[in-house]
């Protein structure tokens, strides 16, 4: 789900499900905005109004008016995506099944592979206050990026459980949450290859 403004929002989710609203959540109306049925996994904001909706099967359509219109782009991927993220730069930072990463400098009409030697799949993303990109996900999985997600170093959690999302819990600290609950990492300022 995500909210333009305090009135306007879209709300999308499995098997194509597409919602808009234009008063506050109160009412929702449904709008057809892929040609089939596939599952609609996040929706991440760019600026000056340019949205990317992620998905199944390596789904991305694009809206540069704030969500009037959609237009699908050729994906770099077949495999589901599962999240983005955006970089200091503006730029969307795409992650999914078996440790996928891409990235688009354009507003998510191309997309470049970011080399990431895991498989594990990659689920939840956050930009940390100070600019740093953090994934996380299968297998322990937690990646860090300081140069606006062009490349990922892997941090060690410690656990071997799926973790959903990391957040900052403190200064140097992540708090990785998922299958084994919550979990207090160290974040070192540079992560080393």
Known sequence: MHFL????GIALGAYGAYYETADGGT????????????HMNAIVPLPQGHLVVLGEAG?????ADAGKTWTPVESPYKGSLFGGVVAEDGA??????????YRSADAG????????????TL???SKLPGGALVLAGAAGTVLVS????????PLPTGITRVVSKAILAGPDTLLLLGEAGARSVPLPSAVKR
Request: proline fraction near 0%; hydrophobic fraction near 45%; glycine fraction near 12%.
């Open 92 to 101: 969307a930072i795409a992650f999914g099944l078996r440790g996928r990463i």
């Open 123 to 125: 689920l939840g993303g």
């Open 146 to 153: 300081r140069d606006g997600g062009k490349s990922f170093v």
């Open 59 to 63: 789904t991305i359509i694009v809206s």
């Open 27 to 38: 009412t929702w109306n449904t709008r057809k905005v892929l040609a089939d049925d596939m």
């Open 109 to 120: 009409k191309t997309w470049e592979q970011v080399d990431n030697a895991s498989a594990a």
């Open 5 to 8: 403004d305090a009135a306007n």
